[in-house]
């Protein structure tokens, strides 16, 4: 049985037991990381304003996201290459989602098959995040195969119409295509130019096809989350892809306040980029989005002990969101708002442990 008390604990134990080649590919981000120290500058250059005397006795973090019940705003980023973190790949990541009472996004370039994960965790709520890499018939076909094994919705991603510059890998010669199977693809339509042909009015087209909800996650500008509710979405994953595509840009949660205003209510906001700690989420919360994904800190999580060490991440978050909310004034999810945060009038050292 894994314990791990912090964060830190959990990426130092993952670095050790990676090779470090993937221990780069994981960690690190496109062109010179501006894009991925910005989305950890970006929560660490947002305070607290809290308020005392109130009653923060009884607190609970549940809330919901597209309707579905989580026990807290946290969910399970889709990695491509999860195997090479747990060799159950998404279907671990499924099984601790339900274990922690949350969902998970399962990606098309993961392991195992959609179906195989769907089946290892019948409780959790998943959403399948779909790479356009086929055409019209492939994606629906898909989409169709989702629906039936009971996904809750489908993600299009849509911040990598190309390959990110990644240096870290470029310099270890490490091919992130040749780290795992990808069963969901099928080898006739492995076609990774088509992502460069997507745009809106296909979106709009593919929104109409599921009864589903539709998800956009790659959304950092307000004008996009117009567009995206003029498609047809449900909800926006503003997301810099853990910085590891388009370098330099602002961190994630810079541009979470001009997503949240354009979205107007009229879609749910989710944002990732660098989320560790209870913290985190609480801030992202105080900015308008209603849950946060977390992507390096699972791998780190499945990397440092696999299933039970993500169930235990999940958990330390569920906790220090909680700690956080009572130390804040507030009491659950939907009481948080942006009068709580306020951004540092000067910047905060980076943090050692
Ligand atoms: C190793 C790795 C693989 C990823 N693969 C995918 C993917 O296949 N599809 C996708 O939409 N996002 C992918 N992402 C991005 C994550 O879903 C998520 O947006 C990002 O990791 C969030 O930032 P964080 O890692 O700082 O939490 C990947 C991220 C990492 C670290």
Redesign the pocket.
Known sequence: MSSFATAGEVAEAARAALPPEVWD??SGGGGTEVTLRR?RAALDALLFRPRVLRDVSARRTDTTFLGLPIALPVLL?????IGLFDAGGAATCARAAARAGTGA?V????VPSLEEVAAAAPDAPLIF?H?VRGDREWTLELFKRAEAAGYRALCI?VD?AVDGIRERDLRNRFDRSKAQDRPNLGTAYARRELQATLTWSEIAWLAEQTELPLMI??VTHPDDAKLAIESGAAAV?V?N????QLDPQPGALEVLPDVVAAAGGRLEVAV????ERGGDVVKALALGARAV?????M?FSLAAGGEAALVETLTRLRTEVERTFALLGVTAPDDVRPEHVRPAPWPTPPHAG
């Open positions: 590919y994981v989305n980023a889709p990695i491509g290459t996004f990606g098309i370039l993961s995040q790479y991603t990598s996650k790659g994953v997301s892809h853990g910085g590891r990732d980029g660098g989320f994904l977390i992507g390096k800190a791998c």
